[in-house]
């Protein structure tokens, strides 16, 4: 059995996530449909992490173990004639036995976009966080900084999944305005459930006044979800980056 | 009466086009129906160009007359509120009651995109030709070239709207790559049905090999527009500036 890692875009408008789930389309079922018509035998993806409903992938990496014989430079042009528009294959390549697409993975990095201006753009519907009342973004990126570094990080995340620590370590969170588009660069070795929006959220609501940005260090030390900002819109939230290093399998996707 | 201009914005892929048609959604009768809410009378909108289906506007100018004494400062935001979310009006303001949004229109500027790599993006569905062939930009430009001056387009136009003359002036039609994206700005001083998607589809076929680029001359003094190139598909194509000089209202929306 080969393993096969895949470098994938999507436009998660259409989607109710990347997991699997009853009565929904998500992503991995649409692209292990298109993998099973490819190889010829049902397939299970292994994806990087679970995107929620509506939110964007500019990079992102799963994996499959399949024994067919097709050559792994084709799989992209195969798996792209079975998948709709919105999902794209842009790379595959084989890695070694014990590669597993989120077990593998130490750092990842999703941006968040926000739409700031008091008119709404029509090319930005479901693809950024439109926002009418001006943000000051240095404010944000106060608010931001306490984020960074290794902590508790209970009070942005939203129950839900089960997990042994809400401990991760935020490697950056960059706030950056190009006209009127605020970009919010988050990169950690880990993601709690809404983490990144929360944290986007939490930036925003410092800089709407309804804290004061240095505080985000206490909100975040009190452990308390209700203290922090709202969790911000899907729409707005792509993953952008990710490395890899599990001692046998050392890249960097974006 | 007063006479009302508006910009507006659209991402057309959900309309059959601008103008008002039986049994199907354009972007013209949403607006109208907006604006009738707004100023309370049936409102009849006059654009600045017959946009096909599925063809954008980074900047639209229409114009409409009522006797509402809703302040123009006020419609934009009154406006949007009864518009869905992919038509935004960004301003409005009085002109004068011989102001028509086509008839004052001098120049206007079209801008294509194509979206060429060999990997299909999903952003860029709808907004962008994908053209998985590379394309050299220069030969583009050197076809391009002649389509600019005072000419008879009559080979790059489709039948269908009858008009007076097939003779239009082209200021400049600029192509440029930036990565996988090539933008094509085309600014004429009036456009036949189809003219600027059949000038990218001329361009691309000599960037292709079809014919040399200079040949483009020859095809376009032929005046046949079987021997010209393709007309590009609608998603890449998008409105993106208006020049105004009627005399009285002397404007330029970019």
């Known amino acids: ?38 190889v010829g035998h049902p397939v299970h993806i292994t994806g990087c992490g679970r995107t929620d409903a509506g939110v964007h992938a500019k990079r992102y990496v799963a994996n499959f173990r399949t024994d067919s014989g097709i050559p792994v430079e084709r799989l992209p042009y195969a798996l792209n004639t079975h998948l709709p528009e919105d999902i794209v294959v842009s790379d595959a390549f084989e890695v070694h036995e014990g590669f597993n697409a989120i077990g593998s993975c130490v750092k990842k990095e999703y941006t968040y976009l926000i739409y ?8 930005y519907v479901n693809r950024a966080w439109f926002y009418p009342k001006r943000l000051d973004e240095t404010v944000m990126q106060r608010a931001a900084d306490c984020f960074v570094g290794t902590h508790d990080f209970a009070a942005v995340r939203s129950v839900g999944t089960d997990v042994k620590s809400t401990v ?87």
């Open 168 to 254: 991760r370590k935020v490697y950056h969170f960059d706030v950056e305005r190009e006209g009127e588009l605020i970009s919010c660069r988050i990169c950690a070795n880990g993601f709690l459930y809404n983490m990144a929006r929360a944290m986007v959220g939490t930036a925003v609501y410092a800089a709407e006044g309804k804290f004061p940005p240095e505080a985000v260090a206490d909100i975040l030390a009190g452990k308390n979800r209700t203290a922090a900002g709202p969790t911000a819109p899907p729409g707005g939230l792509y993953m952008t980056r990710l490395w890899y290093d599990d001692g046998k399998a050392v890249f960097h996707v974006e």
């Open 1 to 38: 059995m080969k393993n096969i890692a895949l470098v994938l875009k999507y436009e998660g408008s259409a989607y109710h996530g990347w997991q699997v789930q009853k009565n929904a389309v998500s992503v991995a079922a649409t692209l292990e449909k298109a993998a099973a018509m490819v």
């Open 116 to 123: 700031n201006s008091r008119i709404r753009d029509p090319f």
